[in-house]
């Protein structure tokens, strides 16, 4: 009897120390493995995110693209201040041409430059202004064109080559993506609508008695496309820069975002209209203010048949037109202010509108002061460039009132 207990007892014994081995060593064991079987998974992910360039895009990578694009709009500030230039000076139909990458190099000896004003003498400016200009003087108008035309090729390498860089990085996700290839494209068609608006000024119109100009209609789309692309690349520049600013989303706040888009488009549209006055020279026209000679409304303000020739041929409606604008943009910028004071703003959503209300006294001043003066070039180019920064503060206002994206 002894001897058959006893074996119970050892069999007994070793089918329960198996079966503790079995859940209490094979269990972590177990556990470990699928641990780690778990953060292979996870770290295998987290690489094909990384080489797909869907995780890559952060707070750090946005300020790189944020800076650049504000650069970016920089230089646009900067081609849009020299074509001011370019124009006051009448230096923008002396390149008679256009070549990508040819007319990159200037006129180095005596002949080419006797070649290129040769060309430049068989189109209308030289023949009814300029047919008493030496060439000395050709010289100075041809490199004021040449220099706004390298720097439009800048403006377009500052855009495409990072693009590329950024792109090949991972940098931007897909709506990004989206926005850079349309600023890229933007720029291309920037440089085609700038020679199809010189190309206007070069054309022989014999029924025509009007010194040689380009088109205002061609210089409106010219400056309004090179705003747009100013304010697009500002605009996205600034919300990766800036974090947004919380706000309730109360009845008040809703009507001063209203209040400031509507603005913002007000503050566009007046310097756009700033384009048919220099095209036209409406600037010349009546060099009076507050009234236009000696009436606020002048009798020849509809002159021109149709009635809506009038708006953009007209150079007296024109400058009637941007004088409008200009004081409705006034008022609708001191309105918001005065709206915004009776609000908690963050303090910088208070600078911005704080500096664009100040800015826009000073546009007005400066305008005034360029009519009573009969068109300075200096005065006038500052005067152009006041329009792109009264334009640039109504986008800061904006970014700083912008929702935040859920």
């Not at 931007?172 to 609508?193: D, P």
């Not at 809703?254 to 756009?272: I, P, S, Y």
Request: charged share 15%; hydrophobic share 45%.
């Amino acid at each position: 009897m002894l001897l058959p207990s006893l074996r119970h007892v050892v069999v007994c014994g070793c089918r329960g120390a198996v079966r503790g081995y079995q859940f209490g060593n094979r269990t972590p064991l177990r556990q470990w493995v699928v641990r780690r079987g778990q953060s292979t998974v996870v770290a295998e992910a987290g690489s094909a995110q990384t080489a797909t360039g869907t995780a890559v895009p952060n707070a750090a990578t946005n300020r790189i693209v944020g800076r650049w694009l504000v650069g970016c709009s920089g230089l646009v500030l900067g081609a849009v201040v020299l074509g001011g230039v370019t124009r006051l000076t009448e230096s923008g139909l002396s390149m008679v041409d256009w070549h990508l990458v040819k007319e990159m190099k200037p006129p180095q000896t005596q002949a080419e430059w006797e070649a290129e004003f040769s060309k430049y003498q068989q189109f209308p400016e030289f023949k009814i202004m300029n047919h008493d200009m030496t060439l000395t003087e050709f010289k100075f108008i041809f490199y004021m064109e040449w220099g706004h035309r390298m720097w439009g090729r800048l403006v377009g390498l500052a855009y495409i080559l990072p693009t590329m860089y950024f792109w090949k990085k991972g940098y931007f996700n897909r709506s990004m993506k989206a926005r850079v290839l349309g600023l890229c494209g933007f720029v291309f068609f920037q440089g085609l609508l700038g020679w199809y608006m010189v190309k206007s000024g070069l054309e022989e119109k014999p029924e025509s008695y009007d010194i040689p100009r380009v088109s205002q209609y061609r210089l409106a789309s010219h400056l309004g496309s090179a705003l747009l692309l100013y304010s697009a690349s500002l605009w996205t520049g600034l919300t990766l820069l800036l974090p947004p600013n919380k706000f309730p989303d109360t009845k008040r706040v809703l009507q001063l975002r209203r209040f400031a888009k509507g603005t913002g488009a007000l503050v566009f549209l007046t310097a756009l209209s700033g384009a048919f006055v220099a095209g036209l020279d409406a600037g010349l026209v009546y060099n009076s203010f507050p009234k236009m000679g000696e009436l606020w409304i002048p009798d020849d303000l509809l002159a021109f048949s149709p009635t809506l020739k009038n708006i953009f041929e007209n150079p007296t409606t024109v400058q009637f037109d941007h004088r409008i604008l200009a004081m409705s943009s006034l008022a609708a910028i001191t309105g918001l202010y005065l709206f915004a004071r009776k609000m908690r703003l963050p303090r910088r959503a208070k600078i911005a509108i704080g500096c664009l209300t100040a800015m826009a006294y000073t546009q007005v001043a400066l305008g005034i002061s360029t009519l009573l003066l009969y068109v300075p070039t200096p005065l006038a180019a500052t005067h152009q460039s006041g329009s792109v920064a009264l334009l640039t503060f109504a986008i800061w206002v904006l970014a700083e009132l912008r929702k935040i994206a859920k």
